[in-house]
Nanobody, 125 residues
Framework: QVQLVESGGGLVQAGGSLRLSCAAS????????MAWFRQAPGKERVFVAA????????NYQDSVRGRFTISRDNARNAVYLQMISLKPEDTAVYSC??????????????????WGQGTQVTVSS
């Protein structure tokens, strides 16, 4: 079993920055691919970014590429999402997810087995 706890959400003005963190426990962290998803009110959950267990591979949704950076610290069992140039359309609940590492860096939420409770990010215009 894997436990995931997100932190770092909040209210920020458009153009601002936030850094989300996700602390993991319960399994050897470098054996987990990690991802961030987000869900806006009334909309489906969508993929934001993913990183492989080693940290060597990353993948991003097109709308955040160049603005968001996913990273991980395997010594601290943590994954991060640095977000810059935030836009009102980035407003959502951001959730951290994990799955046993695979050759495919998945972007589908159904492929992730473990989820955090989410953290709210609100970007005002």
């Amino acid at each position: 079993q894997v436990q995931l706890v997100e932190s770092g959400g909040g209210l920020v003005q458009a153009g601002g920055s936030l850094r989300l963190s996700c602390a993991a426990s319960g399994r050897t962290f470098n054996l987990l691919d990690m991802a961030w998803f987000r869900q806006a009110p009334g909309k489906e959950r969508v993929f934001v970014a993913a990183i492989s267990g080693s940290g060597r591979k990353t993948n991003y949704q097109d709308s955040v590429r160049g603005r968001f950076t996913i990273s991980r610290d395997n010594a601290r069992n943590a994954v991060y999402l640095q977000m810059i140039s935030l836009k009102p359309e980035d407003t959502a609940v951001y959730s951290c997810a994990a799955r046993v590492t695979s050759t495919l860096l998945a972007a589908r939420d159904l492929l992730y087995n473990y989820w955090g409770q989410g953290t709210q990010v609100t970007v005002s215009s």
